[in-house]
């Protein structure tokens, strides 16, 4: 049996508990924002998991029948390889790419990276039962700090794969600061496998970020509640209201929480209160929405070239596999 690790990327504990310098930058904007790292505390991870089963949230369920449909393809192009995973979560949908490799009996090691070190341990054991030969060396970290502490893998070739349209949580300019850091940490002739989430009707996209059982909601408000065990906090999440829009000049859909009624927070921790008026909102999240060839030409200027794109009948979802320069 393969040895399976759970390893802390050096620096971790030390930006997520200690610093909060980004809470204290984000509150102190206006408008106010947070970023989306603090979703994803064990209460988030689970449900974020419960979002992509909900019926109007169609990223997972689209990008999973396109997996299904190209996995194989996938493990014949790149052949054995490190497969490095950003933001594994339960690491669900990269089953089908594993049982690609094992059934082209094509070595691999995975290496899933993600903040939450308790989904991560919890998706990691699950692993090790169902493939007891496969090789994880999981990571907790920030996909930054983690990419930085890689090291040089002993199989022909690595992949790293960021599934889930997770990359339209980054701005442009974090974008382009990503697809460099990707690029730095390829050899020539690796592969990057990016998922996208495509641009299409307003309707559909914002009923899949106000979802009728309010889960989206519990999710976004679970942000308050972890900066609270965090930070040692007092926010009142019964002081704040979810709502997710669909930004049409900027292609992206904002999900904020609204306070209804003034107040002060604290969060001891940090030695930082905030003062909230009624009416101000705080933006929690962006996801932004892509044009297929846009992003080939990114990829492209990056040194990325398009192997081979993946989609669905509808063209709702998008996976480009790309390879480093040679």
């Not at 419960?50 to 029948?65: D, F, G, K, V």
């Not at 030969?133 to 890689?150: M, P, R, W």
């Amino acid at each position: 049996m393969a040895t399976t690790f759970l390893t802390t990327v050096q620096g971790q504990h030390q930006t997520l508990n200690n610093d909060g310098y980004d809470v204290i930058q984000g509150l102190t904007k206006k408008p106010k924002n947070l970023p989306p790292k603090y979703f994803y505390d064990h209460k988030g991870s689970q449900l974020f998991e419960q979002i992509c089963e909900l019926p109007e949230y169609y990223p997972t369920r689209t990008e999973a029948s396109i997996l299904r449909g190209c996995s194989d393809e996938i493990a014949q192009i790149t052949g054995a390889c490190e497969l490095i995973e950003l933001g594994s979560g339960s690491s669900t949908k990269t089953r089908l790419l594993l049982n690609a490799y094992q059934s082209r009996n094509s070595s691999c090691k995975y290496v899933p990276i993600d903040v939450s070190e308790s989904i991560l341990k919890e998706s990691t054991l699950q692993l090790k039962e169902e493939y007891p030969d496969l090789q994880i060396k999981a990571l907790v970290g920030t996909y930054e700090q983690a990419l930085n502490q890689l090291k040089p893998t002993s199989l022909p070739a690595r992949m790293i794969f960021f599934l889930g349209s997770s990359i339209g949580n980054f701005t442009p300019e974090e974008y382009d600061v990503f697809l460099n850091q990707i690029t730095d940490v390829l050899a020539p002739g690796d592969y990057f496998l990016l998922g996208i989430d495509l641009q299409k009707p307003i309707e559909i996209l914002e009923a899949a970020y106000n979802d009728s059982q309010g889960v989206t909601a519990a999710f976004n408000l679970n942000m308050l509640e972890h900066l609270n065990w965090r930070y040692k906090g007092n926010f009142d999440t019964s002081l704040f209201r979810h709502q997710a829009i669909y930004n049409q000049r900027e292609n992206q859909i904002e999900m904020y929480l609204h306070c209804q009624k003034s107040h002060v927070v604290n969060l001891k921790s940090l030695d930082f209160k905030v003062t909230w008026e009624k009416g101000e909102s705080i933006l929690t999240e962006i996801s932004r929405k892509f044009d297929l060839e846009t992003v080939q030409k990114e990829l492209d200027s990056k040194g990325l070239k398009t192997l081979k794109v993946f989609t669905d009948p509808q063209k709702w979802f998008g996976l480009i596999l790309c390879q480093a320069a040679k």
